[in-house]
């Protein structure tokens, strides 16, 4: 270290000296390197809060598709929607693009539901021929000829069930 030095001789034949550190880098970066560390801290500690603010906004798209997928799995509601983001870009068309899914697989579900209740309807009529002539064919226990009739208008309504579902395969 660099020191200066400065001598008086006293009255009474002693000396004194006082010294002084000369080595001012020392002395001027110890404040500086204080508030550094300060303004540095709290810099970076408030760049990491802006960093997850934005992150959290810009993912907002993200979450809302999961939110509505989730919810469309537990209620089963084909008619939910995710909201369309503000702007342009890569989530707002991840966006449309998903919503568009939701609507044709609605309309999928929708023309297979119509399709199975037309089923569900044709095939009752001759289901519902067969159980009556069944249940005629069991009161009419005497007459062999009037069962045969009921048994052969069975198989005939039974044959008619097949064709609708070789159909339907």
């Not at 970076?44 to 992150?55: F, K, R, S």
């Not at 503000?86 to 609605?106: C, D, H, I, K, Y």
């Not at 999928?108 to 005629?136: K, Q, S, V, W, Y």
């Amino acid at each position: 270290k660099d020191f200066t030095v400065a001598s008086r001789r006293l009255r009474d034949g002693l000396l004194l000296q006082v010294a002084r550190s000369t080595d001012n880098r020392a002395t001027l970066l110890a404040p500086l390197r204080r508030t550094f560390l300060w303004v540095g801290g709290g810099a970076l500690v408030g760049a990491a809060v802006a960093g997850l603010g934005l992150a959290w906004r810009a993912t907002r798209p993200l979450r809302a598709v999961a939110d509505t997928a989730r919810r469309i799995i537990a209620t089963g509601d084909l008619a939910a929607r995710v909201p369309a983001p503000a702007g342009g870009g890569e989530l707002a068309e991840l966006v449309r693009q998903f919503n568009s899914v939701l609507t044709q697989n609605a309309a999928l579900i929708g023309a297979m539901r119509e399709t199975l209740d037309n089923l569900a309807h044709d095939l009752r009529t001759p289901l519902a021929r067969l159980r009556g002539t069944a249940d005629l064919a069991l009161q009419h226990q005497g007459d062999p000829a009037e069962a045969r009739e009921a048994l052969a208008d069975c198989v005939e309504e039974s044959e008619r069930i097949l064709r609708l579902l070789k159909t339907i395969i």
